[in-house]
Nanobody, 128 residues
Framework: QVQLVESGGGLVQAGGSLRLSCAASGHNIIWYTLAWFRQAPGKEREFVAGASRTGVNTDYADSAEGRFTISRDNTDTKSTLYLQMNNLEPEDTAVYYC???????????????????WGQGIQVTVSS
């Protein structure tokens, strides 16, 4: 059973920082690309950042490039995915989700349909 559990969200002022964590476990999770998505009210879910199985290869949405950093730590059976978010803007307000890529091909897709397991999401609110 794959489980993805996000933590670290909250309320922060514009220009501030937050660090999100995702505890990922189950079914060889360390072999899969993991990613962060977000969904703001009235908008579609969008890709934020992704990390390959080792975390060596990463990819970012244009909106996250230069402000956010994705990383991951693996043990034998679990993986913790992080998203360090700096210089936050009100436009970053959304529910943030951790997701597992569909297979172990190590691709870094921006499409939400390429991910098959999702966390419950965590709210990030940036006030102006």
């Amino acid at each position: 059973q794959v489980q993805l559990v996000e933590s670290g969200g909250g309320l922060v002022q514009a220009g501030g920082s937050l660090r999100l964590s995702c505890a990922a476990s189950g079914h060889n999770i360390i072999w899969y690309t993991l990613a962060w998505f977000r969904q703001a009210p009235g908008k579609e879910r969008e890709f934020v950042a992704g990390a390959s199985r080792t975390g060596v290869n990463t990819d970012y949405a244009d909106s996250a490039e230069g402000r956010f950093t994705i990383s991951r730590d693996n043990t034998d059976t679990k993986s913790t995915l992080y998203l360090q978010m700096n210089n936050l803007e009100p436009e970053d307000t959304a529910v943030y989700y951790c997701a597992r890529y569909t297979d172990t091909t190590a691709r870094l897709s921006h499409s939400s349909t390429a991910y098959d397991y999702w966390g419950q999401g965590i709210q990030v609110t940036v006030s102006s």
